[in-house]
C-alpha cells in the first residue's frame, strides 16, 4: 500500500469512525514506534466512544510481553521489529480488549537505531479481525522521525478501513 505523506490524519480517522461506528465494530490499537498517535488520531473524533475501545503503548520488550503477550523467544529471535512481533502485538491486543478489530505497530522511526537490515523508517504493520485472518505489511517510509510517524499512523488507519 503507497502512503502519501501528506495525508490529512483527521480526515481518515473520522472517515474510519464512520465505518466502525456503520458496521458496530470497536477499535483497539497496539502501538510502539507511534507511541499512543494512532489512539491519539481516532480519539480526537467526536463521538469515538461510540467505535474506540482501548490503546496500548509498548515500546519495551517487557511491555510488550506483559501487555500485549508477545513471546520472550519471538522478540529474542526476530527482534521487536518483525512481521512475527507484529502479529503477535495484534492478535494479544484482542484477546487483551472487548474489540472487534485491531492494528499493532512497530518499527524504526529514528534518527537513531536502523540498521543494515532494518534501516531507519522500516515498520511492520499487522491488522485483525476477531476471530478472522492477520494481515501484516512491511513498510519502508522516508523522512525524519515525525514523518516515519505520521505516515505509519496514516497506513495503520488506512489498513483498517480495508477490514
Known amino acids: 500500500m503507497a502512503v502519501p505523506s501528506d495525508l490529512d490524519l483527521d480526515h481518515l480517522a473520522l472517515r474510519l469512525g464512520e465505518r466502525l461506528r456503520a458496521a458496530r465494530d470497536f477499535v483497539v490499537t497496539a502501538e510502539s514506534c507511534t507511541g499512543g498517535w494512532i489512539a491519539k488520531a481516532m480519539t480526537g473524533v ?4 461510540e467505535w474506540f475501545d482501548s490503546g496500548m503503548v509498548a515500546y519495551s520488550y517487557e511491555a510488550k510481553q506483559a501487555l500485549l503477550g508477545v513471546s520472550p523467544q519471538t522478540l529474542e529471535r526476530e527482534g521487536a521489529v518483525s512481521r512475527e512481533t507484529v502479529i503477535e502485538m495484534v492478535s494479544g491486543a484482542l484477546v487483551r480488549s472487548g474489540a472487534s478489530v485491531a492494528v499493532a505497530v512497530t518499527g524504526i522511526a529514528g ?4 540498521s543494515a ?3 531507519v523508517g522500516t515498520v511492520w504493520i499487522g491488522w485483525k479481525r476477531r476471530g478472522g485472518y492477520t494481515r501484516s505489511e512491511l513498510f519502508h517510509f522516508d523522512g525524519d522521525r515525525d514523518a516515519v510517524r505520521r505516515q505509519t499512523v496514516a497506513a495503520a488507519l488506512l489498513g483498517l478501513e480495508t477490514l
Do not use: Y
Open 111 to 114: 534518527p537513531g537505531g536502523g
Open 117 to 119: 537490515d532494518k534501516p
Open 46 to 49: 467526536a463521538g469515538s466512544s
